[in-house]
């Protein structure tokens, strides 16, 4: 697979940027070696075409990958509103989850003060009780 110039570090002409694009040579130590055979230079015109070649593969490589790019940001902006709408209606289940969890605790408290209660009244019968049956018992006697 072809290297991929470093171009922050190297000095690359049009022409072999066009080739790396393509495809169609392999660079180490930014020194390019062409996979195809070199144009002749006794033939301008053939020269000419490849280079034209060249640019219309890579403009094509180029429109390609564009395309890809604008697919891609389509895809996250769609998966960033689904996203964000999950996210939403999560936070409102869990306010909703928050609430009645506040609900059940004010209810579970009503119901221990409503024990609590029931219990000093049951104490308070049960004394009642005892005083009554002690009055009883000394009525007996």
């Not at 195809?36 to 219309?56: F, G, Q």
């Not at 221990?112 to 009055?135: K, M, P, T, V, Y």
């Amino acid at each position: 697979m072809p290297a991929s110039p470093n171009l922050a570090s190297s000095n690359w002409d049009i022409a072999d940027l066009i080739r790396a694009a393509a495809g169609q040579e392999e660079t180490t130590n930014n020194v390019v070696r062409l996979t195809d055979a070199a144009p002749s230079a006794t033939d301008p015109e053939s020269s000419w075409t490849e280079t034209w070649e060249l640019v219309a593969q890579a403009t094509e490589t180029i429109r390609s990958n564009n395309d890809r790019i604008t697919s891609v940001e389509h895809r996250n902006r769609e998966l960033e509103t689904t996203y964000a709408d999950q996210v939403r209606a999560l936070q409102a289940r869990m306010k909703a989850v928050d609430q009645l969890l506040e609900r059940t605790e004010a209810a579970r408290a009503a119901a221990d003060g409503r024990a609590s209660q029931a219990e000093a009244r049951a104490a308070s019968a049960e004394e009642f009780l005892r005083r009554i049956g002690a009055q009883v018992r000394g009525i007996s006697r």
